[in-house]
């Protein structure tokens, strides 16, 4: 077994003074700890890290997003001033091959301000070098909420997925919240709340569990009364399901593989699956319409993804020929496979509801 590390030390003493803690606490603290926290200190893309993102694969997947952005505006009335927001910006590779792609829509690069909003300062230093050289200047927001008022464009790639989440376990007294306590030798090992949880009414075997996603329902709910509001869009593309069902689905994942979530908090990244069924529910009792969901490889095909393709194809050696129909299979191949993204991940759109349908649904 490997050493303690420092965060797992913490947490470890936390759970020792105050008891167990839940789940959403310690997914909070494993991603977001000012100093351990795995968002916090590294940069997580690309073959030398965790995990790929899409806008990483290929260049593709960023301009078809611009291209999908300046339609959803000029559709939503070509507001000026807009706000374009990206929530999550990781590496920012996104909002580059999209600020690229809108130079041929001169009214769009000249209604919007760029806002970022990330948490981790490793990030937004990767992500200033990033956009450095873009069409437009860039800033930082901490929240949702410090987004500047009026029409807003926001655009969220894996974002909805690293947020924390809440588990019950049904038992013959009723649901109880998993916890994070300590075991016998002192490790950190899950656990029930004592007490049961009154206000879940689903029927369900004993030993199901539920996975409930507030922040991001929160976070889906404050964007959508905006949208409401103020007029805009948001785009959320992530991986996950359509329909809520029970079970749960928290990942671990170091060097593109596994791992156990307790073993090494702040070393690996945390996710679960979104679930979009919950997502549209939060975006409608707002008031907002919803598209969608679909799945990324429809998505990307309506958008022309193939065209595309087939144009950088034409300029390129061989070997990046390839790269480039390798790319197109990873971002909109179909199938369960693991080497294509396609059908795994899902596309949403919320708007006000007087927006006409948007490309891609
Ligand atoms: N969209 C990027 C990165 C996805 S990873 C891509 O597709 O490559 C998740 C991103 O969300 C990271 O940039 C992470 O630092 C950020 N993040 C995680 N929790 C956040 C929060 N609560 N508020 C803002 N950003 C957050």
């Excluded at 009335?77 to 091959?97: I, K, S, Y």
């Amino acid at each position: 077994m490997s050493a303690r590390n420092a965060l797992t030390q913490e947490i470890t003493a936390m759970i020792a003074q105050d008891g167990p803690i839940t789940l959403e606490r310690y997914m909070a603290l494993a991603l977001g700890h000012p100093r351990h926290g795995y968002y916090m200190t590294r940069d997580p893309f690309g073959p030398g890290g965790d995990f790929v993102t899409a806008p990483e694969i290929s260049q593709m997947f960023g301009e078809l997003v611009g291209v999908w952005t300046s339609e959803a505006w000029r559709l939503a009335g070509a507001p000026n001033p807009a706000q374009l927001v990206e929530l999550g910006p990781g590496r920012g590779t996104l909002m580059f091959d999209l600020l690229r792609v809108a130079r041929v829509a001169p009214d769009f690069l000249d209604a919007i301000s760029v806002h970022l909003v990330e948490t981790s300062p490793a990030l937004r230093a990767v992500q200033r070098e990033t956009l450095a050289r873009a069409a437009k200047p860039v800033d930082w927001l901490g929240r949702v909420a410090e987004i500047p008022p009026g029409p807003a464009l926001i655009l969220a790639n894996e974002f909805f997925d690293a947020l924390p989440v809440r588990h019950f376990v049904k038992t013959p007294q009723g649901w109880r919240e998993r916890l994070v306590g300590l075991g016998a030798d002192g490790a950190l090992t899950f656990g029930l709340a004592e007490k049961t949880e009154s206000a879940l009414h689903v029927e369900a075997p004993n030993g199901s569990i539920i996975e409930i996603a507030a922040q991001a329902q929160q976070v889906m709910s404050e964007i959508a009364r905006r949208i409401v509001a103020t007029g805009g869009v948001l785009l959320a593309i992530d991986y996950g399901y359509t329909e809520t069902t029970l079970g749960e689905s928290l990942q671990a994942v170091k060097a593109h593989d596994y791992v156990d979530p307790l073993a090494q908090p702040g070393e690996a990244d945390l996710t679960t699956h979104v679930d979009f069924a919950a997502l549209a529910r939060a975006a409608r009792a707002a008031g907002a319409k919803v598209q969608g969901p679909v799945t990324q490889s429809r998505f990307l095909h309506a958008l022309g993804i193939e065209r595309r393709a087939e144009a950088l194809a034409k300029r390129a050696t061989r070997e990046q020929a390839e790269d480039i129909a390798a790319a197109l299979h990873r971002l909109a191949g179909s199938g369960a496979s693991r080497d294509t993204m396609g059908d795994l991940f899902k596309v949403i759109a919320v708007t006000h509801p007087d927006t006409p349908d948007l490309p891609g649904f």
